[in-house]
């Protein structure tokens, strides 16, 4: 999942494409708001299904660092699973370098730096 600062959202969303919703077993969704979602060379539909999962930051250990309740947006073509800016800060991540993807959690220690892993 990307962790994307760029990406602005008013709520804590994940944004999936239409092949996981389908495994999730939402898509085509029955009942969602639909929006036009603006980038920075293209425009996509989005279907927004509000509340609809909970997402738990994790570990390396699989202990729980923190758990929202958040919006599930489904956008067509989207080539990867992102969180917004509003979702990385409810998480509590506090982004170190985007590029090597280092981070902390908001009540971890000043010297702890904590590496993303690839599931």
Not at 7 to 34: F, K, M, N, Y
Not at 41 to 49: E, G
Not at 89 to 105: E, N, P, T
Request: charged content about 25%; overall charge negative; hydrophobic content about 40%.
């Amino acid at each position: 999942m990307l962790v994307n600062g760029g990406a602005e959202s008013l709520r804590p969303c994940l944004v999936v494409d239409e092949t996981i919703a389908e495994s999730l077993g939402v898509w085509p969704p029955e009942e969602a708001e639909v929006y036009t979602v603006e980038e920075a060379s293209s425009t996509s539909s989005a279907y927004l299904l509000p509340d609809f999962v909970e997402l738990e930051l994790l570990d390396e250990k699989g202990g729980v660092l923190s758990k929202i309740t958040a919006d599930l947006v489904i956008q067509i073509g989207l080539t990867e699973p992102l969180i917004t800016d509003v979702t990385i800060d409810a998480l509590g991540i506090q982004v170190v370098s985007f590029g090597k993807g280092l981070w902390r959690h908001k009540k971890d220690p000043e010297n702890l730096v904590r590496s993303s892993t690839v599931h």
